[in-house]
């Protein structure tokens, strides 16, 4: 960079001289800049139209629709046994129920007076505790004869299917499967019954010895198979992170540790434990001297020396296996047989095992009232689907049908309404159904006479479609009333966009005030704009010559929607609520059909098909003019402006640079012519100074 000094040999403040000179020749570039700014701001404005236009052009969208003229509101005479509602698809139309003879009832089984029901455990004089383990609380059961309780290992494992297969492996390796008729195994959420022989049928997967599951037909990729399967043993290697005196096994309510042993090995010290079932259900952990050292609580699973610790890094190695059950649900429904299979390990409780069931896609609610210590399971809907003459919910395993008593109790309920409607006897598996876009309710039983026949009126709800039709007009003034004030806005061609300099000499407040004048005024009288507010007022009023529309109705102005009187507000809508309703009770399909009728041509489509095909036409004009957010500046009219603008900015600013370098070394120069006549001057004063 080169120092600039001037005034050396003058004396004059070059500096301010030339910067003074540079301003005056600046003068073309600031109204360059002042032109780039209006450019941006008019880009903005018009962008805010077209997003004003893309809303309004939703609400056209939503007015397009049918439902926006067939709201549909319903009477019953007697509501407090058959009430209704209605879509916009019903027709109006009367309805007489004539009786209802059986209301619709879900399948139980236990309810609270069968004498078949049982409590589960109070009879045995012990009391169940529905937050504990259920092992450990076995004999609390009523009558448990037949243990429930089997030894082995449930596990659990996520298989992603990558290609589309009806085998899948489980990918266990070193285990031995058992019991696997109580797998549960579910793809994507749906449950398969586990079969061990033969070829899987749909809705079964046949489980073999190697851990393959073989459905009927194939799984898509990508699918989820969830498989709980059960193994004899689990060996497991616990590492300590820090110093301990404890470590916790993965499972609960552990029934054997393999060889009655386990080992902690620390460093190259291995050091072997035995075990030993105490008298509280846990085992005792001896050293090698048979002493006492700690214990393994069986339910939890965790292992605690009394004085012994060891080292960070230490490792117990142990083979064990636990104490589970199993039980399995299949129920009839709307949408066909269900069927899951359940595995509970013995530490989990009665609350565990009823979230299992009302969590799971078999659509059975089960309920433990303790103050009664009775349980029932109710299908989550109600009717009646089953076609083999079996019960409606359906146990099998020891647990559920002789420890939780379900084995022996009566199915109540599972039964469809019954009922009379406009002369026909029919059913239905739920007291609230649909018919013809009508939802009925059924409330209560009640016989026939000519008095107590419920008539269910469906009818034009007028209010609903007035609202309908009134917030459409709320949305078109608001867009008119935006635009007209944009085109009509007041242009003050004595403020223009603020130079550097003269930002620099007005306060923050000051700045904001001249910007709203400049701003002002930048879309007056716009062409694209004030044929868009011509247009839709001629689509509006001009007749909708369509079959579908009376005559009589064919314009706005027949169903009490008129401009206002105030021309100033640019053909403002305005309604006669009394004369649009009284058309919309009498006639509402041509009131629908002048709002939203199809055609080939402009006549024959109703006001809504008009007004969108203008907004569109004058939404793509606003693009062309200044694109969106996505659009590039060579895409619309204004960016090539700004484009254009910026190439004269940029090279006006170079020749500002070679001005002001052709300012300073003019004045360099007269420095130096100076500084050589002053030299001169000085010289000859020397000579006639001798």
Known sequence: MNMRI????????????IKDLMKAERMPLD?????KQVLEWQRSDYRAMNTLLLDFRSELTNMRLSTKYRARTTTSTNSDLVS???????????YSIEKVTRLASAATKGTPDDPNNPALSTLSGKTLDRTKGLFNQQDSFLNNTNSPWKVGVVETKDVKVSTETNVVNLGVTGATFEDTLSWSVKVNGTAYKVIDSGTPAAGQVLVGTDGNLTFKDNIAKDSTVKVDYITTQKSQEISSATATKTFQLAKGSINTVIGNQFTVTTGDTVETYSV????????????SSSTKVGELKTESGQISFSSKEFAAGSKLNITYNQNYTTFALDTSTSTGAKHESFILQGNESLDSMISKVNNSAVGVTAFYDSTSDKMTLTRKETGHFDTNGEDEIRTSGVFINETLKFGGVTEAGGTNAEFKINGIVTSRPSNTFEMSGVTFTLKNLFSYTAETAVQITVSNDTNQVFENIKGFVDKYNELISKISGKISEEKY?????LTDEERESLSDKQQEQ???????????????????????RNDLYSP???????????????????TTSNYMEGGKLQIDEAKLKKAIAEDPTSVEKLFNATGTGSSEMGVMQRLTDTVNASMEKLREKAGNAFSTNQQFAIGRNLLNVDSQINKFERRMIQVEDRYWKQFTAMEKALQRSNDQYNYLMQQFSY
């Open 6 to 17: 001037g005034g050396l040999a003058s004396g004059m403040d070059t500096e301010t001289i």
């Open 31 to 35: 109204k360059l800049k002042q032109k």
């Open 84 to 94: 209704a509602t209605a879509t916009s698809a019903a027709s109006q139309a009367s």
């Open 276 to 287: 030993a079932l105490n008298a509280d259900g846990n085992m005792d952990i001896l050293d």
């Open 493 to 497: 061609r004595d403020f223009n966009p």
């Open 514 to 536: 001249w910007e709203e004048k400049a701003k002002s005024g930048l879309l007056r009288r716009d062409s694209t704009l004030s044929s868009l507010l011509s247009s839709m």
């Open 544 to 562: 909708v010559n369509n079959a579908e529309v009376s005559s009589a109705l064919s314009q706005l102005a027949s169903i009490g929607i008129t």
